[in-house]
Structure formats: C-alpha cells, structure tokens
C-alpha cells in the first residue's frame, strides 16, 4: 500500500465516524424519539352542588438506561388564576412519599421523594376551590404545569425528555 491510499483509507474512517456522531447542539431536540415520557395535570371537577375540584399530577411512560429504573423525585409548579381558583389543600395518596406543599398566591409548589419509586402515576394530588361552581370546568384551562426536576432512580434526570401534555379534563 502506498503511503496516499494509506492516507484516503483514514481519511474515509475520519468522515465515516463523525457522519455517525450524534452532533446535536445545545438545546436541540433529537429527530428520533426515545420512551415517550409524559406530565400532565388531570383535572376532576366539582360534582353538582359542590365547589372542590381535584388535580392530580401524573407522570407515564418513563423508564431509566437500563428500563427497569422508577422516578424517585420530583419538583413541580401548577400554576392557576386565582379569580378562578383557591387552594386548598394537599390530597396526595399515601404512598410512602415525602412530599413538601407550598402554596402562594397563583402558584403551588410540590417536591417529591420516594426512596424506591413511585408506583403510581399519580405523583401529587391538590384541591382547590372553584370561586364559581358553574365555571370549574373553566378554571382547568387557567392550570399549568412546569417540573423543574424529574429524576429516575438510575439518576437520570429525564426532564428534558418529557413532554408536558395539555390539562385533562375528567367528566
């Protein structure tokens, strides 16, 4: 071999490896979807003649590096128009988690931890109070949700994986 086929041949290599590397930049979004992970808040209205609706957080579909890996934490925000709604209080299951609630004006904040995973989808449970019973199913369009956190008991922070769905409305 001649020292220029020598030299095409590892050039061809070099051009071969970085055409397969994953050259996405800061920020960018992979074309190729991995496990679908979805936030959603779900939204239960007041029943007829009473004022308190429920809004559950839940998290689906995630799954760590070697897919058997559980949410151990999150931190979230829902956020709600106070013309429309009142906090009222935490309602989340009893499922072993430590959970931290704080509530301020138009916004309730939510930590939690649960030392080997979540097993239901329902990470948080909140109550509020519809300022107009015949509008509750109105105030769910005023509910957001942004997680600041969300990792996996692997350690693997997936919140850049999730995608944040729009309030459901249960009937």
Known sequence: MTSG???AMAMGFVLVATA???????GAVSPLP???ATAQLVFTPAVAGDSVITVDVRVSGLSGADNTAKAVSMTAAVEYDTT???????ASPSD???RA???????????????????????????????????SEQAA?????????????DATDIRD???????????
């Open 34 to 36: 991995s496990a679908q």
């Open 5 to 7: 086929s020598v030299l």
């Open 161 to 171: 994986r999730l995608t944040v769905l729009p309030t459901a409305v249960l009937k």
């Open 20 to 26: 397969c590397r994953d050259t996405l930049g800061e």
């Open 101 to 135: 609630v704080n509530a301020a004006r138009g916004r309730v904040m939510i930590a939690a931890a649960h030392a080997t995973g979540f097993t239901s989808d329902v990470f948080a449970r909140v109550r509020f109070v519809s300022r107009s019973v015949a509008r």
């Open 141 to 153: 369009a005023t509910l957001s949700l942004q997680l600041s956190e969300l990792h996996l008991s």
């Open 96 to 98: 072993g988690a430590l």
């Open 84 to 90: 429309q709604l009142r906090y009222l209080a935490d």
